[in-house]
């Protein structure tokens, strides 16, 4: 469903992605992880159009994507969420949620897309906070609202920049379960960056390591759990050796 | 919902109503017979409010803060100048084609202007309209700084004050249903996401770079209008006042004074400082006029980012809101017994 081949982005002298190939079928959840500045963020931001890789090239459904800009690769059906919350903060939590609900389905009447955003207000559990400014939320209820966001576009698949980062354990369970209803609910294909690695390794059915801008491991979660390469990365040499 | 349209957008149905009876309220304003200086005092704050307006579209909706608008204003007043002049066509032909010249302007500039992103937009802007000045002061065929003159309607004075009296509450009318309007569709919901957010709107789909450029062609396409109708009623024209510097600036201060999220903050702004401007200039000397001015510019802009607007609006929720409540808890105490 979603492909990459040989993708290589430089930022000025720094080489963000060497070389990385990957294949997600439709319907899988792939978790994505690696230290801070492997280049997780980038892969996303090379798949949804923000940063046109240097080499290489992204495919959606058998289409070249590659260097498309990002509402053409919205408008297809690919979402992402940002690492860092970006809500539309003077808009109520319905209308940071509609416009997706316009602009990304192509739908022209306000009513409608109302409609549609409430629906995904309330399956994400906001109900409450529906007309409350973005900007009045906490974190976890901002999260919520970026996967809501996300959702009305329709996606088909869905690209999740750190949900879990900086929530409390409970909130964790929260949107570990919201991500279980969304691929039951939508059917839709999921990779997630995430350094929450036990959340993660509940819910992945695979998962791909990223080092330095390279892929180093790809594989089932207990398989990468062992990989001494892996563990090299995450925890030095010696841990690796025992 | 309700609560939510009334913060970004303005009141909610009922202002079509207030609105109509207004503008007919003021159409009738010269049977009563109010002297020239009234109905030209009108004639400036009717097409004050109808450039703020425009300049809203762009500046207020999408957030890209022009101050060149003075360009687009200057080439509709010259274009109808010149068709008039040289031509003599009818006001009916040449408005439109004023209109239509300042929105294909705006296309040609703003399709890469419009890339810049916050202060780098507002300077280019800046150069626009010191550039459409130098230009006109030295083309062959607008003479220069000598101006244009052009011919008088063939009525008395006070029957082409009143004339031009309407023409300008007409197009101040359509321009603020315009605002109206776009505050209810599509568009308006785009343009709210660029300003919010730029990246996060390409992110839902929202395709910035087109509706940016639909948004300033718009707005330029109205701003070029008012200046049409403008060059019709000075009947003189000269580049030193149509681009100066000093309308892009006004009309942009007018609009974010009054407040620039909803579609009439434009019209109050430009209503309130048109004013003040009168009353200062009239009553007291020009430099006190000016320190009073800017004060007050300051203080609105430091205390309310939203504009003046924003202290109705502030108020107005929380009265419905208390009514709300208070409704509720009748509910409550009914159905517990």
Known sequence: ?242 | MRRGALRSFGLPAPDALIGIGVVLALAAVPLAGPGTYLLGFLFTIFMYGALAGSWNIIGGYAGYLSFGHAAFFGLGAYTTALLLFYSGWSPFLTLPIAGALAALFAALVGYPCLRLRGPYFSLVTLILGLAMYSLTLNLPFTQGASGLFLPFLRVDIYTSHVIFYEIMLGLLTIVTAVLRQITRTKMGVGLTAIREDEDAAGTLGVNATRLKLQAFMLSAFLTGLVGGVYSYYKSYLDPSFVFATSISITIALMALFGGRLAWYGPLVGAVVLSIVNEMLTTQAPPQTARIVFGALLIIVIMFLPDGLISIIQRRLPAFVLRRAKQAAARDEIIGNR
Do not use: W
């Open chain 1, 1 to 242: 469903m979603l492909r990459g081949v040989g993708i290589t982005k430089r930022f000025g002298g720094v080489t963000a992605l060497r070389n990385v190939s990957f294949e997600v079928g439709a319907g899988e959840l792939v978790g994505l992880i690696g230290p801070n500045g492997s280049g997780k963020s980038t892969l996303f931001g090379v798949i949804s159009g923000f940063h046109p890789p240097d080499d290489g090239t992204v495919f959606f459904d058998g289409r070249h994507i590659t260097g498309a800009r990002p509402h053409t690769v919205a408008q297809l059906g690919i979402a992402r969420t940002f690492q860092i919350v970006r809500p539309f903060t003077g808009m109520t939590v319905v209308e940071n949620v509609r416009v997706g609900a316009l602009y990304g389905r192509g739908e022209r009447r306000i009513a409608v897309a109302d409609r549609h955003a409430r629906e995904l207000v309330e399956f994400v559990g906001l109900e409450q906070r529906a007309d409350t400014l973005a900007r009045n939320l906490t974190l976890a209820e901002k999260k919520r609202l970026e996967i809501a966001r996300a959702l009305s576009i329709q996606p088909r698949v869905l690209l999740l920049d750190e949900v879990f980062a900086g929530l409390n354990p409970t909130e964790v369970r929260g949107a570990i379960d919201l991500i279980a209803r969304i691929r039951s609910q939508f059917g839709v294909t999921i990779i997630m960056v995430e350094h929450v690695l036990k959340a993660l390794m509940e819910t992945c059915e695979r998962i791909i390591v990223l080092s330095y801008g390279e892929k180093i491991a790809e594989g089932a979660p207990s398989a990468i759990a062992a990989d001494p390469h892996v563990i090299s990365v995450y925890l030095g040499k010696t841990y690796a050796a025992r």
